[in-house]
């Protein structure tokens, strides 16, 4: 069975991509074993709280480990915008009654890989800030990771700015590290994230529920969907780290390719954007990580509102 470490900044889609998690934890189609968190989407405290009380309302034990509360050199950019100022679309819940765990996101990572050396597989969903201190700290941390699946980057565009995605964009230096480790990294980018997305008319079966569970997910999606009409024009919530999640359950639901990819730290326009060269030949290095290009998007839509309606009806 898959021994999970997911690395989150919850956030709107990250509580999403956590509630089918804990669903398939609570069915045995995997074991999460900890679960560490990083500023992001909204300060490490908050992500922390965020994190930890999306666990408790899912019914699920699993320690949190607070991680690094802002990247590696320069300082973090959150999107309250996008995802409130809670991070939770201002549905700000009640304090969890649990605490983060004693043990820093950088001690769980490392703990973790060497109680289960070969067998973690990391579900990252945020800036790499967390595991590019744990790879700093003992480069050998990647020989014991069996693989890694990160939402972040893009090859044909960005959406913070025209290149470059949000979590990388966020510690280009940290996802620098993370990509040259030599981990067995599967990307999921915006090329795939951007084609699987919920617009109103999806929510219809959410709508009919008619409970506090299904009513705090359809005010999360709704107030991330307002935030993209007003960013794009197109009012609907993109599941990217969901997708992400799923992808470490279910690897067919998108096709990769191995492709050189690295990091620019430096351009003027460019900075944070993944460089992935795919002309089948590797001037720019080896191939060193699976890059996601075409993804099933109803499978994965269908089998994500499954999820959240299991958790949603038994609330
Ligand atoms: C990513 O950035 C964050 O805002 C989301 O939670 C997701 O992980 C999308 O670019
Ligand atoms: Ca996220």
């Known amino acids: 069975m898959i021994k ?39 300060e490490v405290e908050q992500t922390v709280r965020n994190t930890i009380k999306i666990w408790e309302m899912t019914g699920v034990d699993i320690p949190v480990a607070s991680g690094a509360e802002r990247p590696l050199l320069y300082p973090l950019n959150t ?20 605490s983060p765990s004693d043990v820093t996101a950088t001690d769980m990572i490392m703990r973790l890989s060497h109680q289960f050396p070969g067998k973690l597989t990391l579900l990252t969903t945020a800036p790499l800030t967390n595991l590019a201190v744990a790879l700093l700290q003992d480069p050998s941390l990647a020989g014991r990771i069996c693989e890694a699946v990160c939402m972040g980057g893009g090859v044909f565009t960005g959406n913070v700015s025209a290149v470059a995605e949000a979590n990388i964009a966020n510690d280009p230096e940290a996802a620098r590290i993370v990509f040259r480790s030599g981990i067995d990294i599967t990307m999921i980018g915006l090329d795939v994230t951007h084609q699987v997305f919920w617009e109103e008319n999806d929510l219809k079966a959410l709508v009919g529920i008619g409970n506090e569970r299904a009513d705090f997910l359809l005010q999360i999606i709704r107030y991330i969907s307002g935030a993209y009409e007003k960013l794009s024009g197109w009012r609907r919530c993109v599941l990217h780290d969901p997708l992400a999640a799923a992808v470490c359950l279910y690897p067919d639901l998108v096709k990769t390719e191995k492709c050189h990819v690295d990091v620019e730290l430096s351009g003027e326009l460019t900075r944070g954007m993944t460089v992935v060269d795919r ?31 299991g958790w949603a009806q038994g609330g």
């Open 4 to 42: 999970l470490l997911p690395d989150v900044d919850t956030g709107i889609d990250d509580a999403l991509a956590l509630i089918f998690l804990s669903e398939a934890h609570k069915q045995g189609q995997l074991e999460i074993l900890g679960c560490t968190a990083v500023g992001g989407n909204v």
């Open 79 to 98: 999107s309250p915008f996008v995802h409130g100022d809670d991070g939770l679309g201002n549905t700000f819940l009640p304090p969890p009654k649990i």
């Open 279 to 309: 002309r089948g030949r590797t001037p720019l290095g080896e191939e060193n990580i699976k890059v996601a290009l075409e993804v099933d998007a109803e499978r994965f839509k269908i089998m994500l509102m499954d999820s959240l309606l």
